[in-house]
Antibody, heavy 113, light 110 residues
Framework: QVQVQQWGAGLLRPSETLSLTCAVY????????WTWIRQPPGKGLEWIGE???????NYNPSLKSRVTISADTSKNQFSLRLSSVTASDTAVYYC???????WGQGTLVTVSS | QSVLTQPPSASGTPGQWVTMSCSGS????????VNWYQQLPGTAPKVLIH???QRPSGVPDRFSASKSGTSASLAISGLQSEDAADYYC???????????FGGGTKLTVL
């Protein structure tokens, strides 16, 4: 059974950089699309982006200028960095092994001065 | 404003058959496969249906889905109280070069 566990800072100030990491236990890490999704409080889901093992990335056009997804295959981990955060980036952030795969438990990230 | 359109709410009584819709366009549902997600209160979403009709292991066969043209639908038969949740559809969008979600349908079991 594949398990996905994520962690990272939960409180940021405006203009700081959000950084989250996701670890995948079990399964074939290199075969996954390393994916991040977010959900603002009380709202719907928003796809942030994905990275495949070849290194190709796809990002949401609305976030592309601020997002970086990277992976460390030696640790079966992948990460999200979102720069210059504002209050509108406050959300629960989820990692997943692809849009048809397993999701992490979610991390609430609050941006507040 | 979500790219995919879902009704905000749906309801049914235990044992009933309930359906919910997801409407898109040619650049997403019309040419790509659709996934459905179930989000129980206070939990992370989980994949309910992928590639239009495929149920992951462990998902009851009470859940089924279909697609026609630029619309998709999720059906739940023999509705149970534990099915009360938010349901989201998603598909790849060739115009945006990314995944897009519907706004979600909140299912109430009366």
């Amino acid at each position: 059974q594949v398990q996905v566990q994520q962690w990272g800072a939960g409180l940021l100030r405006p203009s700081e950089t959000l950084s989250l990491t996701c670890a995948v236990y079990g399964g074939s890490f290199s075969s996954y699309y390393w994916t991040w999704i977010r959900q603002p409080p009380g709202k719907g889901l928003e796809w942030i982006g994905e990275m495949v093992h070849s290194g190709i990335t796809n990002y949401n056009p609305s976030l592309k200028s601020r997002v970086t997804i990277s992976a460390d295959t030696s640790k079966n981990q992948f990460s999200l960095r979102l720069s210059s955060v504002t209050a509108s980036d406050t959300a629960v952030y989820y990692c997943a092994t692809g849009m048809s795969g397993f999701w992490g438990q979610g991390t609430l990230v609050t941006v507040s001065s | 404003q979500s790219v995919l359109t879902q009704p905000p709410s749906a309801s049914g009584t235990p044992g009933q058959w309930v359906t919910m819709s997801c409407s898109g366009s040619g650049s997403n549902i019309g040419s790509k496969t659709v996934n459905w997600y179930q989000q129980l209160p206070g939990t992370a979403p989980k994949v309910l249906i992928h590639h239009n009709i495929q149920r992951p292991s462990g998902v009851p066969d009470r859940f089924s889905a279909s697609k026609s043209g630029t619309s998709a639908s999720l059906a739940i038969s023999g509705l149970q109280s534990e099915d009360a949740a938010d349901y989201y559809c998603a598909a790849w969008d060739d115009s945006l070069n990314g995944w897009v979600f519907g706004g979600g349908t909140k299912l109430t079991v009366l």
